[in-house]
């Protein structure tokens, strides 16, 4: 069964998050008893009054390890090799992780913490976080529940809420128990899938073929389609009658990529106006044949819709005839002439002039037969489009053909195609944060490639505002304050406990005295910056020179020696405009300032001597 290694972002996603979740949840319940919602939960749980408890004490079996064992064999059974082996080592990697964690966490079980516990099962061990049954059982489901059809798989996630609910019943397990049980599945199941690989696009063409048969569509040869396929498993069919088509698969995982991708959007980009992420795979593929639909109508050359179908797991499968074009990527630039440029670009005017976006004109997306350009996979296409999502639209393109076909050559053919103002509504979105990951590559591998379809758009469009857009809503430089202010915070933070101290010190001293401190400790600040300003032959301003001297001695509590005090006074005076050697003078990086504060030029750096000298 063909399987990839590469971890999906939907198998990232589940890794962190299981993982987090578990760390956090172990941490409380090794250091809190069990509080009061905790007690009266089990106590409601515990006493399940008539015949519902012993039919829960059967079904608790289905968390035992022996039912590892069944399950698999049932696998094996239903010549589901593959199944068999992902359930031995989730169940395993479950049972087993669970009892690290028992004897990590050390939580005792609920008759140490209430006297009234009902045991309507024998309980042994110590321990009881996490559940070792509800771990298993939610591995198991994990594992299981992608192989079965939509239905089954309610059963499923009943049984592990049914087992779950047993152990507490039993009176084995709390439910925070329960709960890191459940992340310890959930954990198992994640790192199978981790240690195995994905399931490749082998497993569902047996699949595949008995749907395109219920759709009247006989196939003779099924092919996976290698390249490069976000979001999609795509397959080559060749019909009894000789007929070629292109069928693109949808799944639950690539749902769940599509919502980590456009969240990481959202949260990253400002108004980037994504569709709303998907909730079936049937959605996802409704969108697209709808957008094919209308582009066709538009006269937008794109490979002809047959149909659409949903399989018994819950795959979404798109049929289109198969264009036996080359991806754009694949042609250099002798093959991208004039006629194929103007041709591209006339069937993205013929989309804008729809109202649509396609929203990823990458390389892979745009198909050359002879001198004919096809738009394929409409998938996160929008419609209606704004005129900033296709300005954005074409951001994309132009950096697709300027690439192998020169600046020049492509911002001629857009303008022939689209016109000179749609061209020139591009000249805010020329950043690299717009572009597609292959688009980004693109622009790695030509320097000053953005920067002169910048300049030629611009002296084609004279007269247009260049000012580029405000489009990443988080930073590096955003990330980087947040952690320096985290810092800042553990740094501080035990010295909070002084304050109330210093304070009351101040209040019962002297009032005179205290005034007296007060302004002598500001005076060293403005007699610093009077140096470092004398210094600098009053080329710098005096109030501002005050406030970097505020500054120097707060970073001077964080960086050893002065130094960041020195560097900060440094690069301020580098701002002012100093030259680098009269704003960083070599006495200033030599230990002679430990001796003779005098021979340092920094006035942060020459108070803090003096004191520490007691000169000061």
């Not at 066709?296 to 798109?318: F, S």
Request: glycine share 8%.
């Amino acid at each position: 069964m063909p399987r990839t290694h590469r971890p999906s972002p939907a198998l990232v996603f589940s890794l962190t998050v299981s993982a987090g979740l578990l760390a956090a949840v172990s941490l409380w319940a090794r250091h809190r008893p069990p509080g009061r919602w905790e007690r009266d939960l089990f106590a409601l749980v515990n006493q399940i009054p008539g015949p519902v408890g012993p039919a829960l004490v059967l079904v608790m079996q289905l968390g035992a390890y022996p039912a590892v064992l069944v399950a698999a064999a049932g696998a094996v059974a239903a010549r589901r090799i593959g199944l068999a082996r992902d359930l031995l080592i989730a169940g395993n990697l479950a049972y087993w992780s669970a009892v690290l964690c028992k004897a990590l966490v050390a939580r005792e079980r609920p008759a140490a913490f209430l006297a009234d516990v009902r045991f309507h099962d024998t309980v042994t061990g110590r321990f009881g976080y996490p559940s070792g049954h509800v771990s298993v059982v939610t591995a198991l489901a994990v594992v299981l529940a992608p192989a079965l059809p939509a239905r089954p798989r309610g059963l499923v996630w009943l049984a592990v809420a049914a087992v779950g609910t047993a152990r507490i019943y039993v009176g084995a397990h709390l439910p925070v128990d329960v709960l890191g049980g459940f992340l310890v599945g959930w954990l198992a199941a994640s790192l199978t899938r981790l240690i195995v690989g994905d399931v490749g696009p082998g497993e569902s063409a047996g699949r595949l073929r008995q749907v395109l048969l219920g759709r009247g569509v006989e196939v003779a040869e099924l092919t996976p389609v290698p390249g490069d396929a976000r979001g999609s498993r795509p397959w080559q069919v060749t019909t009894t009658d000789g007929r070629r088509l292109f069928v693109k698969v949808t799944g639950g995982r690539q749902r769940d990529a599509d919502w980590l991708y456009k969240l990481y959007r959202r949260l990253r980009y400002r108004d980037i106006a994504d569709e709303p992420p998907y909730v079936t795979a049937k959605q996802k593929n409704e969108h697209e044949a709808y957008l094919l639909l209308l582009a066709e109508r538009a006269g937008v050359r794109t490979p002809a819709l047959v149909t659409t179908a949903v399989d018994a797991v819950g795959d979404a499968l798109l049929v289109q005839e198969f264009v036996p074009g080359r991806p754009l990527g694949a042609l250099d630039a002798a093959e991208l002439g004039p006629d194929v440029l103007d041709d591209v670009c006339r069937q993205v005017a013929r989309l804008h002039r729809a109202g649509l976006a396609h929203r990823d004109l990458r390389a892979a997306n745009v198909l050359i037969t002879d001198s004919s350009a096809w738009l394929v996979d409409l998938g996160f296409g929008t419609e209606p489009a704004s005129a900033d999502q296709q300005a954005r639209d074409l951001v994309e393109l132009l950096v697709t053909l300027a690439a192998p076909a020169g600046v020049r050559p492509a911002v001629d053919a857009a303008i022939r195609q689209l016109g000179a103002g749609p061209v020139a509504d591009t000249l805010r979105w020329l950043q690299p944060a717009l572009l597609s990951r292959a688009g980004r590559a693109l622009v790695e591998a030509h320097p000053g490639l953005l920067a002169d379809l910048h300049d030629e758009i611009a002296r084609r469009c004279p007269g247009r505002q260049d000012r580029l857009a405000r489009v990443v809503r988080i930073t590096r430089r955003d990330v980087f304050l947040l952690v320096m202010l985290g810092l800042l915070v553990h740094f501080l933070l035990p010295q909070l406990g002084r304050v109330r101290a210093a304070l009351h010190a101040m209040l019962h001293a002297d009032p005179l005295a205290v005034a007296g401190a007060l302004l002598a400790s500001a005076a060293t600040y403005l007699l610093s910056a009077l140096v470092l300003r004398s210094a600098a032959a009053g080329r710098v301003p005096l109030g501002r020179t005050v406030a970097v001297q505020v500054a120097a001695s707060f970073v001077n509590r964080l960086a050893p020696g002065a130094i960041g005090g020195a560097a900060l006074s440094v690069r301020y005076l580098r701002q002012q405009g100093l030259p680098v050697p009269a704003a960083a003078p070599p006495s200033r990086w030599t230990g002679s300032r430990a001796s003779s504060p005098s021979a340092c030029c920094c006035p942060s750096c020459c108070r803090s001597c003096a004191v520490r000298a007691g000169t000061w």
